[in-house]
């Protein structure tokens, strides 16, 4: 039939040259920018902020640009339906990060929209993206992680989740993310927990891990700030974050010719990118025997990090004192939760001196060598306290004592802390979620 087979010639030549037709493309964004004024027209939308008003309840920072943040005022709440509720896996199951709650927290954000939009908590799901976000180039991103706490009176407690959302809007200020009010989005997450509370394990070697998420979305290539971005939450039930040695322990080893951070960089941030490219140095030290990478800097071999944690020491000082020692916030070292909880509770502790203060491997090996070193360990939300019993140092391996003092300051520490996080003692950085 000569009009069908016309037909079928026409629809085989758009579908070829379709990408040549710039009037299909101009037709096409005039109209997405047609439905985008209808839309604001039937009162959907957020009126546009002023671009100076400031965040309440935040401390103004410098180099910070606060926006008119999203309120848990607005919050929108889906429940999933029955069939939609998961089984909650065994505590012995857990692992770290395997398994996710049935809800999720989502806010967009859309400058052309006027900003942030509505939080939304939904049934937890796959995300949509555009193949070009820049989220996924640039990875113009960050992340948190916080835990929930059911305590011993079957409370649930967040641990000093406000230090979370000062670092969020501070890494999200260095990659040009939108900034927002940290207390509108703890209560959004403590609804969240409240949906999913039954997801918070009853034991005190389980917790709920959340994942507060910002990634920018807008599909351009451009390396600027994005137009429109993603805060999601997202929560899982964990155990332990890493099996250790059969004595609680782990070996970490010190590799000179890799660095996690360096001066000026985002070592200090808790964005994506500086995890993701630990991956073969961790895999290197797993192949010589090691659980960990102990990240060092510099011509002196500044010890920074340890894996994805914090790093202390504590040995006899030149005054023949016990001291608590930590690399200082000089830019390399992310200023982690529960560091500063350590600091701040051991300069309570009246038979410790607390430092700040750069520790080379010399004098590492130094004070191992004449019987001062006493212990190392690391620290951080998902471990918590992580012991260290052995150094491996280009072609040394370096001992440490820590599994062999008395009263170690790694154990006072860990129990201090948990007994804070399931509501053991009453403590200002618990968070009790009525
Ligand atoms: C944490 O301790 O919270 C961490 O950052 C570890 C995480 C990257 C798994």
Not at 269 to 295: C, E, F
Not at 366 to 393: D, H, K, Q, Y
Not at 394 to 411: H, L, R, S
Request: proline residues 7%; neutral net charge.
């Amino acid at each position: 039939m000569p009009v069908r087979r016309s037909k079928v010639l026409l629809v085989k030549w758009f579908f070829e040259s379709q990408h040549k037709l710039q009037t299909i493309r101009w037709c096409s964004s005039s109209l997405r920018y047609k439905e985008l004024e209808e839309t604001s027209t039937q009162g959907q939308l957020e009126p546009e902020p002023p671009i100076t008003a400031s965040i309440p309840g935040v401390k103004p920072r410098p180099h910070i640009t606060p926006e008119i943040s999203f309120k848990h005022d607005d919050l929108q709440v889906t429940l999933a339906a029955p069939y939609q509720l998961q089984r909650k896996p065994d505590a012995i199951d857990l692992g770290f990060g395997k398994y996710f709650t049935d809800h999720m927290l989502k806010i967009q954000y859309e400058k052309q929209l006027g900003g942030w939009q509505k939080p939304k908590i939904s049934p937890f799901e796959p995300l949509s993206i555009h193949p070009a976000a820049k989220a996924l180039h640039y990875a113009i991103q960050l992340f948190e992680g916080l835990k929930a706490y059911r305590g011993v009176d079957d409370k649930i407690r967040l641990f000093r989740p406000d230090l979370n959302m000062e670092r969020m809007n501070l890494a999200a200020a260095r990659s040009g993310l939108p900034m927002f009010d940290g207390d509108e989005l703890i209560k959004c997450v403590k609804r969240l927990i409240q949906i999913d509370q039954e997801w918070v394990p009853h034991s005190e070697t389980s917790t709920l891990y959340i994942r507060p998420t910002l990634i920018g979305t807008e599909a351009t290539f451009g390396i600027m700030a994005p137009e429109s971005a993603l805060l999601f939450v997202i929560m899982s039930p964990v155990s332990a974050y890493y099996k250790a040695s059969s004595d609680g322990a782990v070996s970490i080893y010190a590799d000179p010719s890799v660095v996690r951070a360096f001066p000026g960089g985002v070592g200090n941030r808790k964005v994506g990118s500086n995890y993701g490219p630990t991956i073969d140095a961790t895999a290197r030290a797993a192949s010589m025997g090691h659980h960990q990478v102990l990240w060092l800097f510099g011509p002196n071999h500044e010890l920074t990090e340890v894996g994805a944690m914090n790093i202390f020491t504590v040995y006899i000082n030149e005054h023949g004192d016990k001291q608590l020692s930590t690399p200082p916030l000089n830019g390399l070292i992310l200023p982690g939760v529960t560091r500063r909880s350590i600091l701040e509770l051991a300069s309570q502790w009246e038979d410790l001196t607390v430092k700040e203060e750069v520790m080379t491997m010399e004098r590492l090996i130094m004070l191992n060598n004449s019987g001062r070193l006493l212990e190392m360990f690391g620290s951080g939300t998902a471990v918590v306290i992580s012991p260290i019993s052995r150094v491996g140092f280009v072609d040394k391996e370096i001992y440490i004592p820590t599994m062999k003092q008395p009263q170690p300051v790694f154990q006072r520490v860990k129990d201090t802390l948990l007994a804070i996080q399931y509501g053991h003692i009453e403590h200002p950085y618990a968070v009790v979620i009525s």
